[in-house]
């Protein structure tokens, strides 16, 4: 296994280059945690494949907690800023993170966005990832907890088999319950997501949410408080 | 950049180990090709993200050949067999490649999988890789041509967010234009992806289709069948 990303050809990647890359990155996410908890900022790594709805849930976010919480922001995105521009428009203070070719964050794309952006200023701090739902849970950032989103469009065997990020996360989002209702094109059972989910990680909160009715934001909002005061 | 998917930082992987591993990788790539191509198999990697709709569009393609072309596919998936017995179910022959923590296929994996499965029995030989919007575009794995997936769900802005892969793929299906009718609960522009596209690749083929009505499946299949009379 290449530990770059957590793929890759075990018999090309000599053993001692993949320790060096994995200690690497874990002796900065050690270095951007201290910093965190030192500014008492509670940071999450907001994962996800492309799609999901992690921006829009952000916005979402922002309208749910306006007055009440201060919210920053860094989003991650191979080719553009779009994702930074859209939190900005909605009120969150942010930055994108562009990694080219690169298929998620690592520590110090984080560390060195975090020199650019007044992020002690924030409660509640989201490193928002590259759109994959695979690399991103190999890599700590020095954040409190991940997220993940799993739309309900993708489909409801995602936990099966994507084992690795929903067993990492502290909350799952399933996302877009708003296409469950109405025209009912989409087949998706929740109770297997539920119970697929949990089978992998017996601690995982779930909530139902949609960015775009609002549904569901309030119990994630209430979770994320009580998040706030174990920071 | 780490070669082996794409990704990763650039300090710490040494040019050499990188070097080697995509000269090995395509090295492989190239004796696969000469297997498809002594075989007059003509071979596809078919790319998209988590839930996109690859395998339902294999499904879909099943019945709009039946009796009319042998389809074979290998189906890449980080921590199941789901897709190939799906595929199986619909008539296609088919063997999983499980790759654990992995989120692409190489073309070595390729190379062991054909080892266990009749493919020179097929037309039109699929490689259905592990649902990813990155990484899988970095690997040659020995195929014809590349086709990329992306759900009307996922959001109009993907080929400017993730640009390699689309930049790379001979045609583009724009999948669940199902879900465009009826509610109309998503917005997707239709034209923004194609000006995208085409300004990342002008000669890539774009098919809206839908692989739960079955439109659009007769103008793919056109194509692909255009296709094989070139391989």
Redesign the interface.
Known sequence: ??E??????PE???IE?SR??LS??DRQALHNREHFQAAGVLAINLMG???SGKTALLEALAKTVRGRLRLGAVSG????D?DADRLRAAGIPSIGIT??????L?A?LVHRALHDFPWRDTDLFFIEN??????PS?FELGEDGKIVVL?V???D??P?????IFAKSKALLVN?I??LT??A??DFDLERVRADARRLNKSIEIFPVSA?TGEGMSAWYGWLHGQLGKA
């Not at 590259?130 to 690399?135: D, H, P, Q, S, Y």
């Open positions: 296994m290449c770059t990303c957590g793929c890759g050809d090309l990647v000599p280059v060096q890359i690497g990155n494949s492309p799609g995105d191979l080719a553009t779009r990694t080219g070719s690169a298929c998620h690592d110090r590259v759109g994959n739902l695979v690399c190999s739309s469009a993708e489909g065997d995602k099966a088999k994507y084992p690795g877009k708003d296409l109405g025209g094109l989409i775009k």
